[in-house]
């Protein structure tokens, strides 16, 4: 074995190492004080007046943020976070907690550095023949990929929340409407909605149960349903809180404007839907030419081509 070879054990054996303390550290039990304090509810008085936030954390969770929590601080932004485009990302993708930038800032950062390394460490000891350009070159795209890679799965988490939303909208106004036309208030209107559209959508009840709690904190019915519009992020929600908001301070009837309004959500849902459709042959139309029809062809025209090479050719040859 040569020098390469055994740094590239050393190196396996100590990521191995390290991989299974730190699965170990994650996936370990609490310390016994900590399980102590929560049985005698010294955990509950303590979480209330904010001294320590990690009993009511998940234990994983806050190794996690222990371990990222310092490389997503030289990422994260000091002043004007609060009021940054970046935390009404974060509002809408559902990562609610404080602890949600650093360890999103923390991914970045790793990511930025581990990916350039391990390709390092990968082509030192396959001894990949590159040159110092191609090197820089590699090693730039990796860190710029690592750092882009949160932002891509923000984004995606981001759509798919959007899009549940505005596809279980309807079903909510419905049964809004339901409620309201059977008796119900707004406020009990809207904690029913919450209950009853779990079993189809996670996403949408939690979101109708936080303006239940606004409501019963003493928060007023618009700045509960505006809020509601903030974090969601969807066009159709503002338009509904826009109506709500009308027609309870002009005292028309809710239960009217919510049919109207189900109604217009369900004609864009479907329009949507046919056009989604109508892209499906555009799409598939580089498959088929790259894909599908080179095989076809083969198929379909190769025995004729065994066939020429075989019988005509050497006949056209005189042989």
């Known amino acids: 074995m040569n020098g390469q070879q055994i740094f590239f054990l050393v190196v396996v054996f100590v990521a191995v190492v390290l991989a299974t ?11 016994v004080r900590d399980r102590l304090m929560r049985l005698s509810g010294q955990g509950k008085e303590l979480a209330i007046e904010g001294a320590p ?17 310092p490389a997503g601080r030289l990422s994260l932004p000091s ?4 009021t940054s485009p970046q935390r009404q990302r974060f509002i809408h993708a559902g990562f609610r907690g404080d602890n949600a930038p650093q360890v999103f800032y923390g991914v970045k950062t790793l990511l930025t550095f581990l990916l350039p390394v391990l390709f390092m460490l990968y082509s030192g000891v396959r001894s990949v023949p590159l ?28 759509f798919v929340r959007k ?19 059977a008796g119900l208030g707004m406020d009990a209107a809207i904690a029913r909605v ?22 019963r904190a003493g928060a007023t019915r618009e700045r509960a349903l505006r809020n509601l519009a903030l974090r969601t992020g969807v066009e159709e929600v503002d338009l509904l809180v826009t109506m709500l908001v009308q027609a309870d301070r002009f005292g ?3 239960a009217d404007s919510l049919r109207v309004h189900a109604d217009s959500l369900r004609t864009k849902r479907r329009q949507r839907a046919e056009e989604a459709a109508a892209k499906i042959p555009v799409k598939l139309l580089f498959p088929l030419i790259f894909c599908i029809f080179p095989s076809m062809l083969l198929v379909l025209l190769g025995p004729a081509f065994i066939s020429i090479y075989r019988v005509l050719l050497p006949t056209m040859g005189g042989n």
């Open 79 to 82: 002043e004007g976070w609060e």
């Open 21 to 31: 303390l730190g699965v170990t550290a994650l996936f370990s039990a609490r310390p």
């Open 252 to 254: 028309t009837s809710i």
């Open 194 to 215: 919450a209950q009853e559209i779990r079993l189809k959508s996670e996403i949408l009840a939690d979101e109708m149960h936080l303006v239940g709690l606004e409501l």
């Open 131 to 158: 040159e110092n350009q191609t090197m820089m070159l590699w090693i730039f795209a990796l860190a710029g990929a690592g750092y882009y890679l949160p932002n891509a799965y923000l984004a995606r988490r981001i």
């Open 163 to 181: 899009r549940e939303v505005f596809e279980n909208l309807p079903d909510a106004i419905d049964l809004m409407m339901i409620c309201v036309e």
């Open 53 to 69: 936030g990690r009993i009511e954390m998940p234990h994983w969770q806050q190794k996690v943020v222990d371990i990222l929590g």
